[in-house]
């Protein structure tokens, strides 16, 4: 038997390196993007159900973890850390900010070159780092890293699903992350808890209704928006199963 490597072959007889960009070889359950898509419309909920309220829920309500629980972006990190103690906080905005962290790595671990197509009309901001990552995807790996535990959003956690990431590499990076940018919000917070009482007190407080009729309209307007024009998570998951479905 010859064993040369035949210099007609693409390959020059070297071992074929899977493409991470290619279309899944296998099927998925019907059940698994129904599922993932739901729980991240109901995570879009969430949060604009907090930026709709949040006036309520840090005046007189007095009800931040309940704020938390909705939406633990880092304005609200920052508001309510006057408001509770350290760790309800901690527990609460931590276990948040990572619930849409394993659905965006499913998506791009189980369905590969097709999500990132999806996930550029999603977020559209976030052309160049996907360029950068198709470009090389090999020496993008090597940053990816450090980009899950300084940035762990869900472009990010996407790009770890196509990229392969290990499972526990994953979860053990995001959740130091994660962490650190909850402790972090808290230092800045309690470091500028006196000017953000006085906001709560002075400002929230006696016009609290005024800033919540103003944020539900802000929320309405930017969910249709979304919505008719096809952009973001709200109009991205219409489109889910027809991109990716098998």
Not at 13 to 34: C, I, K, N, Q, Y
Not at 51 to 58: P, R, S, V
Not at 64 to 73: G, I
Not at 152 to 162: D, S
Request: aromatic content about 10%; proline content about 9%; glycine content about 8%.
């Amino acid at each position: 038997m010859n064993d040369e490597p035949d210099p007609d072959s693409p390959t020059n007889g070297l071992p074929t390196v899977p493409d991470p960009l290619a279309p899944p070889s296998t099927t998925h359950p019907r059940w698994v993007l129904p599922l993932v898509g739901t729980l991240i419309v109901a995570l879009v909920v969430s949060a604009n159900v907090g930026n709709a309220l949040w006036a309520k829920f840090t005046g007189r309500w007095d009800l931040p973890l309940a704020l938390l629980a909705l939406n633990s972006s880092n304005r609200y990190l920052l508001l309510t850390t006057p408001l509770t103690d350290l760790l309800p906080f901690v527990a609460v905005s931590t276990t948040r900010l990572l619930l849409p962290d394993p659905l965006f790595y499913l998506l791009g671990y189980l369905y590969r070159g097709r999500a990132l197509h999806w996930a550029r009309r999603v977020f559209p901001g976030m052309d160049p780092l996907f360029d950068q990552f198709e470009a090389d995807v090999g020496g993008f790996r090597r940053i990816l890293d450090v980009m899950v535990v300084v940035a762990p959003n869900n472009p990010v956690c996407l790009l770890a699903g196509v990229a392969a990431m290990p499972v526990r590499r994953f979860v053990v990076l995001n959740v130091v992350g994660t962490l650190g940018r909850v402790l972090l919000m808290r230092a800045l917070g309690t470091a500028f808890s006196t000017t953000i009482t006085d906001f709560v007190d002075d400002v929230v407080a006696p016009y609290q209704k005024w800033f919540t009729i103003v944020s539900v309209a802000l929320v309405v307007v930017y969910l249709v928006y979304q919505t008719v024009g096809g952009k973001g998570l709200i109009g991205g998951v219409e489109e889910l199963e027809e991109e990716l479905g098998d």
